[in-house]
């Protein structure tokens, strides 16, 4: 019995044995599969993470095959989530034996989910899932490795799509496992079903372990396995898992294609901000179609979220409604404490919540000499660097949209930013410097004309208020020897602004 698996187990000729159909189907099917998405190159390592159940073990036997004819390296991981006690260590055993009898190196840790789920609470699923990944890119960048192979399959795919179809879900969940995940995870599997898989591993002689917990019918997916598509098949469909996995393949194309206008879209709606905070147009945004901008709103929120949190359909339509008539000054949150506020004509995204900054936080360079179109502010600013005499013809005709500066005295480049908190200067013929809210007290100017203030500043300095003052310090005086000219309007006013 012994020689038998040992002569079975390690066959690297699939035609050589019984079965011979189905050992080069599922050879085959790895190979399209790999050769189609371009999983691996000449030269990679594989990093395969293997449980010791039929489908790890299944794909890391046919890449063994595979192996030569890839160009690639292959080194096995195991973890032990610690779930199943002596079943776990059998599991352990195994895939060292497995490692061995093929002359791969393996890597085996073990991890106290359960103690981990009593500190932190969660899903038994969801946390054993991101300690086993986090596990897989510790190994990975310890042994060199550019891939992690798993093994879900078909039946896995259909029963995905099934379970977020009974939650609820868009285009996104429906889309269903892919088979490239992020350049790094590679899923050469999901073409070939459970059927085919456990048939080759019998053929083999490979007797891979079975997780027991898989049969208890208390987690939602076991359910589905075991009592939804059976009925399914038997009722409705013979070929439903064939059927799902192409519907998911179907819909992973349409969304990749949507991804791609709405990434298009939202490169052209945003606009620059500090660090922190990104922005969207409201006239804009509305003028794409529905799915696009819930997408494009994704992005937004992605932008500043640094992978905290995910916006789900209900904070996804709760931004959207900031965009209707009336709604300056109103926010909402979404997962990671990423804040949204509708200042304006535009929606700000950002990692803290915001305190009215103004009309879109927007941090824009001044061109000087030049003209500089601020999206975030509806504004266009004209420059000139003019002679000092010139200028001090024209000081006692300035009007609020006009700022005359030594030129001299500031410290380039200038930047149009909206107000921010403890924003400081010296208004023109004040004694000494102000917080601008005091400023803004002094001068009686109305909440809602202060959310519209615009600023001009250095990196240290601001240097006017525009339409109000400038500040004391950069004023034209007897020494100025060049001017800095200002003039700003709407982008409704001239000919250029069309």
Not at 136 to 160: I, L, P
């Amino acid at each position: 019995m012994q020689k038998r698996e040992e002569k079975g187990n390690w066959d690297e000729n699939p035609s050589s044995r019984g079965h011979g159909w189905v050992l080069k189907m599922l050879i085959g099917l790895v190979r399209e599969a790999i050769k189609r998405h371009e999983m691996v190159r000449p030269g990679d390592k594989v990093l395969v993470g293997v449980s010791g159940g039929p489908d790890s073990v299944a794909l890391l036997h046919a890449l063994y095959v595979l192996r030569g004819e890839l160009e690639i390296a292959l080194h096995v991981a195991h973890l032990n989530h610690m779930f199943r006690g002596r079943e776990a260590e059998e599991d352990v055993r195994y895939v060292k034996n497995l490692a061995g009898r093929l002359g791969l190196p393996v890597t085996v840790r073990e991890v106290d989910v359960p103690r981990l789920l009593k500190e932190k609470g969660g899903s038994p699923q969801e946390v054993a899932r991101e300690v086993r990944y986090q596990f897989y890119r510790e190994v990975a960048s310890q042994v060199g490795a550019n891939r992690v192979a798993v093994g879900q399959n078909m039946n896995d795919q259909a029963e995905t799509l099934l379970m977020r179809l009974i939650r609820g879900t868009g285009l996104d969940g429906l889309a269903g496992i892919p088979v490239f995940r992020d350049g790094f995870v590679i899923r050469p599997l999901l073409g070939a079903t459970r059927e085919v898989i456990e048939e080759y591993c019998r053929a083999q002689g490979l007797e891979p372990r079975e997780d027991t917990s898989n049969l208890k019918p208390v987690y939602t997916r076991n359910k589905i396995r075991h009592e939804l598509l059976p009925l399914l098949e038997k009722e409705y469909n013979p070929c439903v898992v064939e059927t799902l996995a192409k519907t998911a393949d179907l819909l992973a194309h349409d969304r990749e294609y949507l991804e791609s206008q709405a990434e298009k879209a939202y490169r052209k709606l945003k606009f620059s901000l500090p660090q922190g905070y990104t922005a969207l147009k409201i006239r804009d945004l509305l003028d794409l179609p529905l799915g696009l901008r819930r997408r494009v709103v994704r992005l937004a929120v992605a932008a500043v979220a640094g992978g905290a949190g995910e916006p789900g359909y209900g904070h996804v339509e709760e931004i959207l409604s900031l965009t209707g008539r009336g709604k300056t000054g109103k926010k909402t949150r979404c997962p990671g404490n990423i804040w949204v506020v509708r200042e304006a004509e535009h929606l700000v995204f950002g990692s803290q919540e915001p305190e009215g900054h103004g009309p879109g936080l927007v941090e824009t360079r001044l061109v000087i000499p030049g003209e500089t179109r601020v999206e975030g502010l509806g504004l266009v600013f004209r420059t000139r660097v003019i002679d000092a005499d010139a200028a001090r013809e024209k000081l006692d005709e300035v009007v609020d949209n006009e700022a005359y500066l030594d030129y001299n005295k500031l410290e380039l480049p200038l930047l149009v930013r909206s107000r921010r908190p403890g924003d400081v200067f010296w208004p023109l013929g004040a004694r000494g410097r102000k917080k601008l809210k005091d400023f803004f007290i002094d001068c009686k100017i109305p909440r809602r004309e202060k959310e519209k203030v615009v600023i001009l500043a250095s990196a240290r300095d601001i240097i006017w208020v525009v339409g109000y003052r400038i500040d004391e310090r950069f004023k034209v005086s007897e020494d100025t020897k060049k001017v800095l000219a200002i003039y700003a309007k709407p982008y409704n006013e001239g000919a250029n602004d069309q």
